[in-house]
């Protein structure tokens, strides 16, 4: 590889979850430090970073044809006198298949691991020599405390509090991409909560693999769990909302389920994966709750939080499940009648157990399963945004709508919401909700908060 300018402009683009786009914007900042800024809108960046996600084939494979797009873009640009982006490869495909990526595509300069992305810039600089540089250790907190102050962003910021996954579902490849269970530590994440207000934000959510696992001990050095750092975060001035994601069921502790109860700036939403409604599939996915231990837990949080509003995650077609065990899932969509979900067709993944097994579904099948999913998804989806109609509630302003004097942002119960009014970004604004869709909801404005 040929020496490259030290770049200038970057950009990064984040395609996983939300632990993925929060470490894109980790990335960004430790770029601005360095004095890179970001591309502007239409302009072509000097260093590009494609922060991948491995959770399914689709997300996976996608990495490749970007980094082709990424080549061909770059001998355009050479041809007019530029130069071909710096490429780097982060996120979780970079740490399953960082070796590979590094045969199969040349033009790749960096390849860095979720864990090891603190050490991006010494990268560059490898980089800038025309060395390629490939990290993908798991040093689990180191990376935290080498990261610079967060950077001013929107009113909803996130914060990652727990990493990794000890679980193994048998499908999943999460526990091999992000490692071992870790939690941050309280005070770490004080601070940084503490920033982030500073820097404008007015909500908070708290993000982790298995972000219930989550356990410290608070300032006092007792041991805590997840509820008592929200107790903790709900005394910070300035701050108006706290939400968290996403939940194991196995994970789940009376005092967090008591804090829907108590902390009125915990909002009333919860997203709790339950992936398939039998217990024979379950336990091949090697879930370890069944089915009526998930429903005990829910109705433990409606008993405490009537108006909560739930999500979770699906996966149709995992190997062997037949149309009885799909209609299952089918019962206890019914059953729960979520707010909102996410459905996905299962996707073999290299290096998991469930890959290996006879009876893969085929992919019609799947697809006939998904659609059944995601129609009765979405009838209870529109069914819960009809609920709603008529009541009041705050709307933290996101961002401006499509026509001037139109403001977007979301309901307690993570709904969106538009409206007409003079407002700004990061109001808070109590309205009442008066049409109801799919997808979003008309609201009229009863008073500024
Ligand atoms: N830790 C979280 C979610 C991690 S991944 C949890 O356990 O709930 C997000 C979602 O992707 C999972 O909940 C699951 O529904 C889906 N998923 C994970 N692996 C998958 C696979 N191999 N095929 C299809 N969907 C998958
Ligand atoms: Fe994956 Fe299961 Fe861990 Fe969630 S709990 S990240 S689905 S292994
Ligand atoms: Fe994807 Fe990694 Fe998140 S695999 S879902 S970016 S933890």
């Excluded at 984040?14 to 470490?23: A, E, L």
């Amino acid at each position: 590889m040929k020496p490259q300018t030290p770049p200038q402009t970057y950009r990064v683009k984040s395609f996983g979850c939300q632990m993925n786009v929060y470490d894109g914007e980790r990335m960004a900042e430790l770029l601005g430090e360095r004095g890179i800024q970001p591309a502007a809108d239409g302009e072509d960046a000097d260093l590009v970073i494609l922060n991948t996600c491995h959770i399914r084939e689709k997300a996976a494979e996608k990495v490749y044809s970007d980094i082709g797009r990424l080549v061909l873009a770059g001998k355009q640009s050479e041809a007019k006198g530029g130069r071909p982006p710096m490429i780097a490869v982060a996120g979780c495909v970079a740490q399953a298949e960082g070796d590979e990526i590094m045969k199969r595509a040349p033009a790749v300069s960096i390849v860095v691991g979720p864990q090891a992305y603190h050490r991006l810039p010494e990268m560059l600089d490898k980089a800038a020599k025309g060395e390629r540089a490939t990290d993908t250790d798991m040093p689990a907190i180191a990376k935290f405390d080498a990261l610079p102050a967060r950077a001013k962003r929107g009113p909803s910021a996130f914060l990652t509090v727990q990493e990794g996954c000890d679980k193994f579902c048998t499908y999943c490849v999460v526990p091999y991409t992000r490692g071992a269970e870790i939690s941050r530590p309280f005070l770490h994440l004080i601070a940084e909560a503490h920033k982030l207000v500073e820097a404008g934000a007015r909500e908070i959510t708290l993000l982790g693999q298995n972000v219930n696992a989550w356990a410290g001990e608070d300032d006092k050095g007792r041991p805590t769990g997840l509820a008592g750092l929200i107790h903790a975060l709900a005394r910070i001035d300035g701050l108006a909302r706290i939400r968290y994601t996403t939940s194991h069921p196995n994970d789940m502790d009376e005092a967090l389920i008591a804090a829907h109860g108590e902390v009125d700036k915990l909002m009333p939403y919860l997203h709790l994966p339950v992936q398939a409604g039998n217990d024979r599939v379950l336990k091949a996915m090697n879930r370890q709750h069944t089915v009526d231990s998930y429903l005990k837990l829910i109705e433990k949080f409606r008993a405490v939080r009537p108006d909560i509003a739930l999500s979770g995650d699906f996966i149709v077609g995992f190997p062997g499940e037949t149309e009885a065990e799909f209609a299952d899932t089918l019962r206890i969509v019914d059953e729960v009648r979520y707010a909102a979900c996410f459905s996905f067709k299962y996707s073999p993944r290299p290096g998991t157990p469930a890959a290996t097994l006879d009876f893969q579904i085929a992919p019609e099948v799947m697809d006939d399963r998904l659609t059944r999913l995601q129609a009765r998804l979405t009838d209870h989806q529109y069914a819960f945004n009809q609920a709603s109609v008529g009541k009041t509630c705050t709307v933290l302003v996101e961002r401006a709508g499509r026509f001037p004097g139109q403001w977007v942002g979301k309901s307690p119960w993570l709904q969106s919401v538009w409206f007409e009014g003079e407002y700004a970004i990061g109001d808070l604004v109590e309205v009442t909700l008066a049409e109801a869709g799919t997808k979003s909801l008309k609201a009229l404005v009863s008073a500024s908060v």
